[in-house]
């Protein structure tokens, strides 16, 4: 699975490099084990500098390119965060910019 490099995770963790790779090792730690379970263990641990408020899911939108999507919520959808999408692996971004670019409803 391809994961952020620990500079990217930098970005949502207030540029503190120990958070970032303690995220790294949840991310590499979890193999195939659910990803709603290293999310929520990201959250409770207060890895991100911003607080979140829950694991949220997007559904699959109409198109291909449109994957289901779970994040950590933030409370604004252009805030970057913690990603996984489906098929995808995990990314570094806000989902807002997602939906508008996909065939969500």
Do not use: H
């Not at 193999?31 to 559904?59: D, H, N, W, Y």
């Not at 449109?66 to 970057?80: A, C, E, F, R, V």
């Amino acid at each position: 699975m391809n994961l952020p490099s620990i500079a990217t995770l930098g970005e949502i963790t207030g540029r503190n490099k120990a958070k970032a790779q303690r995220l790294r090792d949840i991310l590499e730690g979890i193999g195939f084990g659910p990803v709603s379970k290293a999310m929520k263990r990201i959250e409770e641990e207060g890895l991100l500098a911003i607080s979140t408020c829950g694991v949220e899911v997007i559904q699959k939108g109409k198109g291909v390119n449109s994957p289901s999507i779970m994040y950590l919520n933030t409370g604004d959808s252009y805030k970057w965060t913690l990603l996984y999408v489906y098929g995808k692996g995990f990314k570094v971004g806000c989902w807002g910019d997602i939906v508008e670019k996909g065939n969500y409803t």
